[in-house]
């Protein structure tokens, strides 16, 4: 299963590198925010980008 999800998703990925590659500019939005609960039980004290 994971093998099957693996292949699919390189697929995607490889099609979203060219595509992203082929751009003379390309913008990025670093906003980061707080975690307030994570789905994992750790720390709400830690950030992720958005």
């Given at each position: 299963?994971?093998?099957?999800?693996?292949?699919?998703?390189?697929?995607?990925h490889e099609q979203m590198k060219q595509?992203?590659?082929?751009?003379?500019?390309?913008?990025?939005?670093?906003?980061?925010a707080q975690i307030i609960k994570h789905s994992d039980g750790k720390s709400g004290q830690s950030n992720a980008y958005n």
């Open positions: 299963m994971i093998r099957a999800a693996e292949d699919r998703l390189l697929l995607v595509t992203l590659t082929a751009k003379s500019v390309l913008h990025v939005d670093e906003t980061n």
